[in-house]
């Protein structure tokens, strides 16, 4: 079965400093991963996905991804954190037997001034 | 071109009684899904549409849970009678008919149901 593992209930960084969400999957075959974004009393915003090709991904709002297979990681990843950042972020694996998506727990990233 | 819509946002009702929440997807969007976080975990997929029919409705906790997609255009999921544990967030989500693996599922706001 395939699963997704957030290891991070919460990430605290200071604004201006670089900032990492962990994501680790497992499947069977080649990943369909997806990272998204909750802001308060907002829906899921899509950031950025990996289905084939480079290893980093770029998404909105300067965040970037990279694909690790021999780590079976999908970290999310920005060079320099803004307050805005602030919000609860979901990595995500498409499940290959249909179009449903399998979540993991999410991390809560807090960015202070 | 307006998103997923979502109502109520937030709905309050005691145990036993039914709820009726409904999503309105992005317009042309064929694929419709369910999803709902519950206690801070994990979100969990519920079921998927494919226009009108039921692709998969796995994730469907109990007989307590009824989705419907009238016409292949807005869907409703009633909970009847609803019990304390279906207190959550639920979510709805669409996307294109193309390429299911690859295409992207925009997401509404969600409703946040409390249960009594």
């Known amino acids: 079965a395939q699963s997704v593992a957030q290891p991070e209930d919460q990430v605290n960084v200071a604004e201006g400093n670089p900032l990492t969400v962990k994501c680790t999957y497992s499947v069977s075959g080649n990943p369909y991963l997806f990272w998204y974004v909750q802001y308060p009393n907002r829906g899921l915003q899509f950031l950025l996905k990996y289905i084939t090709g480079d290893n980093l991904v770029k998404g909105s709002y300067g965040f970037e991804a990279e694909f690790n297979k021999s780590q079976t990681s999908f970290h999310l990843k920005k060079p320099s954190a803004l307050v805005s950042d602030s919000a609860l972020y979901f990595c995500a694996v498409r499940d290959y037997g249909g179009g449903k998506l399998i979540f993991g727990q999410g991390t809560e990233l807090s960015v202070k001034p | 071109e307006a998103g997923v819509t979502q109502f109520p946002s937030h709905s309050v009702i005691e145990k036993g009684q039914t709820v009726t929440l409904r999503c309105d997807p992005i317009s042309g969007h064929d694929n419709l899904y369910w999803y709902r976080r519950v206690m801070g975990k994990e979100i969990k997929f519920l079921l998927h549409f494919v226009k009108e029919s039921k692709q998969d409705e796995s994730g469907m906790p109990n007989n307590r849970f009824l989705a419907e997609r009238t016409g292949g255009t807005y869907s409703t999921l009633k909970v009847q009678p609803a019990e304390l544990e279906d207190s959550g967030v639920y979510f709805c989500?669409?996307?294109?008919?193309?390429?299911?693996?690859?295409?992207?599922?925009?997401f509404g706001a969600g409703t946040r149901l409390s249960v009594l």
């Open positions: 989500a669409s996307s294109r008919g193309d390429g299911q693996t690859r295409t992207i599922q925009y």
